[in-house]
Every structure is written in structure tokens, then in C-alpha cells.
T-cell receptor, first 114, second 117 residues
Framework: KNQVEQSPQSLIILEGKNCTLQ??????????LRWYKQDTGRGPVSLTI?????NTKSNGRYTATLDADTKQSSLHITASQLSDSASYIC?????????????FGKGTKLSVIP | DGGITQSPKYLFRKEGQNVTLSCEQN?????MYWYRQDPGQGLRLIYY???????QKGDIAEGYSVSREKKESFPLTVTSAQKNPTAFYLC????????????????FGPGTRLTVL
């Protein structure tokens, strides 16, 4: 069964600190992995996309890593800001039945406090 | 949220009523999608459309219906057959859709929160 597991479920950090969010997947055949940021009551916004051959990708203070061997990804946030408070969703794309399908994780809710 | 709009932002429905959620995009995207988001769960696909006048069921299509008469519009009707419709509904679009390119990024609208009274 295709699954995407994220940890922790929620996280509270002080403004200015770093944090790392985890994503483990059991999806086959793997195509790519994305991280989305979702502000409360809003739609998700794409942060990064990583294919099988990529193991690091940055977008400003966000750095995603991918280990395709262990089927793990992480999202590292550097020097957190209050505006980073949101849910972060890991999404894995996999092919099957003639199309590409997405499996969404449940998200990690990050709260950055002053 | 890009060029995707959803309306209304909040919607209240009485049991037994059908309601229609609007989704419009001006991104010239071929593919459009409807997802449902419940607390503590990942997004689940309801319906998707790759092209005008064509749409496919997703993982949880029962109790929902859609139409795609125009490229820009993909309304979702929540029927009385949907037993637990209270949720946050997200519409998305992408350039060319699921069949053609795995790196096709989906752009999401701001969502509609539906509550059954």
C-alpha cells in the first residue's frame, strides 16, 4: 500500500531557531517528492520538488533532502520566522495504471513563537 | 493561491441539500482537481479532469459530482448522498495533468470550508 508518513505531527519552536521535518514513504514506483506549505485556512503552496536523482534542493531558508535508498526525505528550515507557522505536507508522486498519482502525508503543523 | 479562485470561502448546508462549490482558474491549465481535507488526514482526491468535457473519479468520488464545460471552470456538487460532507475542499489545477508528466505541479485555490448543520 502506498503510504507517506510524516513526523512529528506538530512542533513548536522559538523564532530564529532551526528545525527539521521528516517524511518516510512506501511508494512504488517512485517518481518524485514535493514539499508543500499550507497556511491555516488556505491552499497548499509548493516549496520544492525532488526527483530520484536529486538529494538536496533549497528554496531560500528551506532545504529539502531525499534519500531514495531509505525512502526518506527531510525539510530543514533555517532561522525560523513567525511566518513559517503553517502545516508542511510531503507529497509523493508515483506512476501506475497509465497515470501519475499523488499520495499526501498528513502534514506536520509547525508553530513558531516569539 | 495563484490564479485559482474558489467560492464561497465558507458554506453551510442543511442535511439533505445539494450544494455546489465553485472553482475558476485563469492559468490556462488543462487539468483540474478536487480534494477533500479532513483534520489529521492527508488530502484525498475526489475527482479530476484532464480536458474539457472529460473527468475521472478519484479515491472518494461517492456522493460528489462534477462538470467541466469550460477549461476555466470545474464546479463540484456535494449531493445529499455524501454522508459526511463537513470538510475543507481544495481545488487545484496543473498544466497538463496526471497522464503526461510526473513533475506537473498542482496549484491550489484558497479552499471552501463546508459545514453541515
Amino acid at each position: 500500500k502506498n503510504q507517506v508518513e510524516q513526523s512529528p505531527q506538530s512542533l513548536i519552536i522559538l523564532e530564529g531557531k532551526n528545525c527539521t521535518l521528516q517524511c518516510n514513504y512506501t511508494v512504488s514506483p517512485f517518481s518524485n517528492l514535493r514539499w508543500y506549505k499550507q497556511d491555516t485556512g488556505r491552499g497548499p503552496v509548493s516549496l520544492t520538488i525532488m526527483t530520484f536523482s536529486e538529494n538536496t534542493k533549497s528554496n531560500g531558508r528551506y532545504t529539502a533532502t531525499l534519500d531514495a535508498d531509505t525512502k526518506q526525505s527531510s525539510l530543514h528550515i533555517t532561522a525560523s520566522q513567525l511566518s513559517d507557522s503553517a502545516s508542511y505536507i510531503c507529497v509523493v508522486s508515483h506512476s501506475g495504471a497509465g497515470s501519475y498519482q499523488l499520495t499526501f502525508g498528513k502534514g506536520t503543523k509547525l508553530s513558531v513563537i516569539p | 493561491d495563484g490564479g485559482i479562485t474558489q467560492s464561497p470561502k465558507y458554506l453551510f448546508r442543511k442535511e439533505g441539500q445539494n450544494v455546489t462549490l465553485s472553482c475558476e482558474q485563469n492559468l490556462n491549465h488543462d487539468a483540474m482537481y478536487w480534494y477533500r481535507q479532513d483534520p489529521g488526514q492527508g488530502l484525498r482526491l475526489i475527482y479530476y479532469s484532464q480536458i474539457v468535457n472529460d473527468f475521472q473519479k478519484g479515491d472518494i468520488a461517492e456522493g460528489y459530482s462534477v462538470s467541466r464545460e469550460k477549461k476555466e471552470s470545474f464546479p463540484l456538487t456535494v449531493t445529499s448522498a455524501q454522508k459526511n460532507p463537513t470538510a475543507f475542499y481544495l481545488c487545484a489545477s496543473s498544466i497538463i495533468g496526471r497522464r503526461n508528466r510526473s513533475t506537473d505541479t498542482q496549484y491550489f485555490g484558497p479552499g471552501t470550508r463546508l459545514t453541515v448543520l
